[in-house]
């Protein structure tokens, strides 16, 4: 078993940057990959970035391209995503996620299902 822990999340102005960080406990002798998702209010939760198990392939959606950042330490166990850039539609609860490694597949990348462990979540609001 994985505990995953998210935090970071808060206020952030329009333009602003936040870091959210994702500490797991438990099972970590095992390196999974990592992912974030989010979910706006009234929306589906939606994908946002994954790394894999050692850091060396990132993938993210569209929308926060060139924007965040996903990253790892695995000596520390834990993940982040670094938000620059915020804009209004960024404004979310980010859920970190934890799932075995793969093959390159952006549609599993993307699949709920393919992560085992899920954080709590952390608010990010945006003002403008």
């Known amino acids: 078993q994985v505990q995953l822990v998210e935090s970071g999340g808060g206020l952030v102005q329009v333009g602003g940057s936040l870091r959210l960080s994702c500490a797991a406990s438990g099972r970590t002798d095992i390196t999974y990959a990592m992912g974030w998702f989010r979910q706006a209010p009234g929306k589906e939760r939606e994908f946002v970035a994954r790394i894999n198990s050692n850091g060396g392939r990132r993938y993210y959606t569209d929308s926060v391209k060139g924007r965040f950042t996903i990253s790892r330490d695995n000596a520390k166990n834990t993940a982040f995503l670094q938000m620059n850039s915020v804009k209004p539609e960024d404004a979310a609860v980010y859920y970190c996620?934890?799932?075995?490694?793969?093959?390159?597949?952006?549609?599993?990348?993307?699949?709920?299902?393919?992560?085992?462990?899920w954080g709590q979540g952390t608010q990010v609001t945006v003002s403008s």
């Open positions: 996620a934890a799932g075995p490694s793969l093959g390159y597949s952006i549609s599993a990348y993307k699949d709920e299902g393919r992560y085992d462990y």
